[in-house]
């Protein structure tokens, strides 16, 4: 079973991923983006779920026209994981 996040672990998340927010009332992070347009949105949605697929590590989400919300929390571990770490730093590397 994949292990929670030590709280050293989760201040350097914080200091490399600094657009990464903690979610009021769980224990996950979420980052807020925005784009041109839809099919500018939905096809950054389609490049993460390819992402996600090869990590087998799947993130929440919520896409409204050019809006995009991801929330990353692993549900097995009850919590932040290297996993949301890893995957967060993955989709800003395809923001880069």
């Known amino acids: ?5 030590t709280e050293t672990e989760r201040k ?5 991923l600094p657009l990464w927010t903690p ?9 807020k983006l925005e784009f041109a347009d839809f099919s500018e949105a ?3 949605m389609t490049r993460v779920a390819m992402l996600a697929e090869q990590m087998n590590h799947h ?11 991801i929330t990353l929390t692993t549900h097995d571990a009850g919590g932040l994981s290297q996993k ?3 995957l967060a730093q993955a989709i800003e590397n395809l923001l880069a």
Do not use: K, S
């Open 42 to 44: 939905f096809a950054f």
């Open 23 to 31: 979610v009021e009332g769980r224990d996950a992070i979420m980052r």
């Open 1 to 5: 079973m994949t292990r929670l996040m």
């Open 59 to 69: 993130p929440e989400w919520f896409n409204c026209y050019r809006h995009i919300e």
């Open 84 to 86: 949301d770490a890893a």
């Open 12 to 16: 350097a998340l914080a200091q490399a």
